[in-house]
């Protein structure tokens, strides 16, 4: 194994009674790497999360951190990265201050590096107004912020963050996102997290996993073309005005749409919302084909005005549903059935505190 082979999974399962929660993880982050751990609720992330921070055992397989196994050295594991779970456990009694006091003081920091450390994290997390309430006074968005800051305060070289902007405002997330972005110059984080824009924003790598299983890995470019289809946006005006030859008559949505199905190539043809004076269409074709020049040449012969032609690749969304809600399909046709009771134990309810009503800051 690579010395720049920061967080190391191999054939990494784990079992809930009769229910397999992980099964048979492969992947590898390298330093210097921010990598989007991606997954439907039940697919097991966080569940591979808490195997590679030592809070659980796996049944099978290796898992490494900074080449430190976490069932034979779990406390060189923990000196070596940083962890924000979903929910993250607080002490409510104790002030933010002393807080994060504490979790320093847990990683022998001494006074003055913690000092310096807790006006960087308190800056990141945007604490500095709460830092003499107890914790047990904050929102459970301010309580975010605080198991943020207890994961930062060490400044490891290694970062395991599971919904970390949940709760946060858009400024807060977009401030946060920068920061991971600086972080990564010289630092390694695997963030797990449902919002796909967070990803495209932060991450040059995903992994995608579903019913514990990777379906995913590579870079985002890489992840958007596994679908093997590319999208086409046509529309065409209702118009008996046509630059082209023809008979200019007014063409009908029915026409537009079989014609566009009759290209050579083209998979799947979609009408689209717009205004009453255009048809608008979306087309699918394989990755490896470019229907544009077909698409306008068949159109012009009609004598209709093209409005718009483009082509892109998927969505990571778009791709995102097309392999876990595949994987879904697939499991259904052999049978396969998640015990809500081990799916649980993955995915965190995700109801506030009482507490949380209360007013932030």
């Not at 590679?52 to 034979?72: Q, Y």
């Not at 060189?76 to 504490?102: D, I, T, W």
């Not at 930062?152 to 920068?178: G, H, M, Q, V, W």
């Amino acid at each position: 194994m690579s010395t720049d082979v920061m967080i190391y999974a191999s054939d990494l399962s784990k079992n809930f009674g009769s229910f397999r929660a992980v099964d048979k993880i492969n992947f590898e982050v390298n330093r210097g790497e921010i990598v989007g751990f991606l997954g439907p609720n039940g697919a097991g992330k966080s569940t591979t999360m808490r195997i590679l921070t030592c809070f659980i055992a796996p049944s099978s397989g290796t898992a490494r951190i900074n080449g430190h196994d976490v069932f034979e050295h779990p406390l060189a594991v923990r000196e070596n990265l940083g962890y924000l779970p979903q929910r993250a456990p607080l002490y409510l009694e104790m002030s933010v201050y002393e807080y994060l006091k504490f979790a320093a003081d847990l990683r022998n920091l001494d006074e003055s590096t913690f000092k310096k450390r807790a006006k960087a994290v308190v800056e990141v997390a945007g604490l500095a107004q709460v830092l003499g309430k107890e914790i047990r006074q904050l929102s459970h968005g301010y309580r975010q912020r605080v198991g943020l800051a207890q994961a930062l305060i060490k400044d490891p070289r290694i970062l395991i963050l599971d919904e970390p902007t949940s709760d946060l405002d858009p400024n807060e997330k977009a401030e946060f996102l920068d920061y991971l972005k600086q972080l990564a110059k010289d630092r390694t984080v695997l963030l797990s997290t449902h919002n796909l824009k967070e990803v495209e924003t932060a991450c040059a790598r995903a992994i995608i996993v579903s019913r514990g299983r990777v379906v995913a890995d590579g870079s985002l470019d890489e992840i958007r073309g596994k679908s093997g289809r590319v999208r086409y946006v046509v529309s065409v005006q209702e118009s008996t005005d046509s630059p082209y030859r023809g008979t200019g008559a007014l063409p009908r949505e029915p026409e537009v749409a079989d014609l566009l199905r009759s290209i050579k190539g083209a998979t799947r043809v979609n009408e689209l919302p717009t205004d009453d004076r255009a048809h608008a269409f979306e087309l699918t074709s394989e990755r490896d084909s470019d229907l544009r020049a077909d698409i306008f040449r068949a159109i012009a012969d009609k004598g209709w005005v093209l409005l718009e032609l483009h082509r892109d690749t998927q969505t990571l969304e778009d791709v995102f549903r097309h392999l876990t809600i595949g994987e879904e399909r697939r499991n259904r046709q052999v049978g396969g059935k998640a015990e809500p009771a081990a799916v649980a134990q993955d995915d965190e309810d995700d109801e506030d505190d009482d507490d949380d009503d209360e007013d932030e800051g």
